[in-house]
């Protein structure tokens, strides 16, 4: 059992108390931030003197050779060690010698880990970013494809008013520009580096933690050293923003089952995203949307772990805080390949915008429109809305569409019915006189589009910064 602690200690740990405080089989997964991290310290270290230039060509030689083993598959990363910290420093002391067990000098386990998940959280920001710029951008082809594609809009999942295909999307490229936001401010925010905060309380060498920033592509050093080793509030933001993410996904892959279902054949899912069932040979199922849906409760179980496990942490440092890694690293890999997935099943998706059209005919969806020509023939609204819904009933008790009522029978109800009523209350008519900012006219939505092309090309994919040495 390779441990970096042990002098204090007269005897063995216990095998099951070992593998109980080990983290080697999780935080395995942060060897390269663990030797980025270590490069950026022995270089400081030299700088100021705290090392020679040789014991630092030594060390960087030594991380660098197992950096390269681990990678071509030469070198595992196994259950011998306690962690990830005690596998690069064993594998240094025993290829470089006595140099290799100077390269802890002046950190500490506690300030190590609390970089390697910054480094490591801070690229996943970045690959979430540019997976949810790739998913915008599917979104946003849609909508230029599709601005006069009517369709039902709905609230409480009943049909309200008519809408386009373009309109429907845009909304879901509100949501997921927002979450990119997001990533942006939990960036800026995490951006700062933690080395050098020692246990809790710094250091008595004189390390240059400006310099180790630097290296790291950080904007600077954290200010408050106990803070440094306790601070998990990056990773629950971007927890938060992840959860946040999954329920925008959930959201939208409701309304593809519904719409993928026979009731609805809005859409046809691509076979390469779809499932049969093992016993009716008829079915197509959407697999994929209903599997997002599932999903999104793993990454709310990740952020709310996480938040009970910091809820009673006093400061500085505890173990408690290794549990940030587990749940953590599973609610990343299960919204990158839902994002990934989703994107996919969308790009690929095929609409059938004649059941869109008849969906919106059939569903009273020009009711509002048809009160409003009441007001324009000056009947107050009140008036005009009890007329409709009386005009509703009427067509629901004949299995008719407002639009196939002869105009004396809409007379019956009101005399200010005239023969522009069937214009005035068309799908087209219902839409396109929607031009306020945000709605569904023809002019509103090619301004949105406009503005959702030009956001993108505004903001091309964050990209982790490059280490320097």
């Known amino acids: 059992m390779a441990q970096l602690w042990g002098g204090r200690?007269?005897?063995?740990?216990?095998?099951?108390?070992?593998?109980?405080?080990?983290?080697?089989?999780?935080?395995?997964?942060?060897?390269?931030e663990d030797v980025n991290g270590s490069l950026a310290h022995v270089t400081m270290l030299a700088k100021q003197g705290i090392l020679t230039v040789e014991e630092k060509d030594s060390i960087v030689a030594g991380l660098e050779s197992i950096l390269k083993d681990v990678d071509d598959g030469k070198l595992l990363i196994d259950h011998r060690y306690e962690d990830v910290h005690s596998f690069v420093e064993a594998n240094l002391i025993d290829r470089i010698g006595d140099a290799g067990k100077k390269l802890h000098t002046g950190r500490s386990r506690n300030d190590q880990v609390a970089l390697d998940m910054r480094l490591y959280a801070r690229n996943q920001v970045c690959v979430t970013d540019q997976l949810l710029r790739e998913l915008l951008e599917v979104i946003l082809h849609t909508m230029e494809e599709n601005r006069d594609t009517y369709m039902p809009g709905f609230t409480h999942l009943q049909k309200a008013q008519p809408v386009t295909l373009a309109h429907h999307y845009g909304a879901y490229f509100e949501m997921f520009k927002r979450d990119r936001q997001r990533m942006q401010d939990i960036y800026e925010r995490m951006n700062y580096c933690p080395l050098g905060a020692g246990a809790l309380a710094g250091?008595?060498?004189?390390?240059?933690?400006?310099?180790?920033?630097?290296?790291?592509?950080?904007?600077?050093?954290?200010?408050?050293?106990?803070?440094?080793?306790?601070?998990?509030?990056?990773?629950?933001?971007?927890?938060?923003?992840?959860a946040t993410i999954m329920m925008h996904l959930s959201r939208f892959s409701e309304e593809i089952i519904i719409w993928n279902s026979n009731e609805y054949q809005f859409v046809e899912i691509d076979d390469a995203y779809s499932t049969g069932s093992s016993i009716m040979p008829q079915k197509k199922n959407p697999d994929i949307a209903e599997l997002v849906r599932g999903k999104t409760g793993r990454v709310y179980g990740a952020l709310m772990s996480l938040l009970t496990t910091m809820k009673g942490i006093p400061l500085a440092y505890n173990k408690d805080m290794q549990?940030?890694?587990?749940?953590?690293?599973?609610?990343?890999?299960?919204?990158?390949?839902?994002?990934?997935?989703?994107?996919?099943?969308?790009?690929?998706?095929?609409?059938?915008?004649?059941?869109?059209?008849?969906?919106?005919?059939?569903?009273?969806?020009?009711?509002?429109?048809?009160?409003?020509?009441?007001?324009?023939?000056?009947?107050?609204?009140?008036?005009?809305?009890?007329?409709?819904g009386r005009i509703v009933l009427h067509c629901i008790d004949q299995g008719i569409s407002i639009e196939e009522m002869p105009l004396k029978d809409l007379r019956t109800f009101c005399d200010r019915f005239d023969k522009d009523v069937y214009q005035a209350i068309s799908l087209e008519t219902c839409v396109e006189k929607r031009n306020t900012v945000g709605g569904p006219g023809l002019i509103a939505m090619e301004n949105e589009i406009k503005a959702c092309r030009a956001y993108l090309n505004d903001r091309p994919a964050m990209k982790a910064p490059e280490l320097t040495r």
């Open 323 to 388: 549990e940030d890694k587990e749940m953590a690293f599973d609610a990343m890999d299960t919204c990158a390949s839902c994002l990934k997935l989703f994107t996919g099943m969308l790009s690929t998706m095929k609409f059938r915008k004649d059941r869109m059209a008849v969906s919106a005919m059939k569903g009273f969806t020009n009711a509002t429109d048809l009160a409003d020509y009441l007001v324009a023939k000056e009947v107050p609204f009140r008036d005009a809305h009890g007329i409709v």
């Open 203 to 242: 250091t008595t060498y004189p390390l240059d933690r400006d310099c180790v920033a630097s290296l790291l592509g950080f904007a600077g050093p954290t200010l408050n050293s106990m803070d440094s080793v306790s601070d998990r509030d990056y990773l629950l933001e971007f927890l938060a923003a992840m």
């Open 9 to 32: 200690f007269t005897k063995e740990t216990e095998k099951a108390v070992y593998d109980f405080n080990a983290s080697i089989s999780f935080d395995k997964r942060l060897f390269h």
